[in-house]
Every structure is written in C-alpha cells, then in structure tokens.
C-alpha cells in the first residue's frame, strides 16, 4: 500500500470512530431516563401498589360475607 493510501484508510478509519462515538453519546441521550430504566434500576422498589392490595383486601371481605368498604 502506498504512503497516500495508508493516509487516505486513517483519515477514514479516525473518522469512522469520531461518527460511532456521536452516536453512541446520542443514543445514550434518547434512551436516559426511560421508564423500563427505572424499573430495571429499582426506582420504584420501595413504593407499596397499594390500589393492588386494595383491591385484594376488598375481594377477600366479599368471599367472607363483609361489604366493600
């Protein structure tokens, strides 16, 4: 390979990385903060689904006779 095409290949090359860094910093930048992140991170571990046990509660009153409320 010639001198002009070893330089020619590393300009390419140099750009190449310069364009996936880019774009790997922007797919990061899209995809921060999602809400399955979140999830995946813990973010809602600590919370109760207290319309869940709620509703639990209130079919297990209505097996044993009790009102809903």
Known sequence: MTEAARKVAQQAEERLEEVAKNVRE???RVTEGRFTDKVKNGA???????GTEQGRDEARRREKGGSEH
């Open 26 to 28: 922007k797919f990061d």
């Open 44 to 50: 809602f571990a600590d919370r109760a689904d207290h």
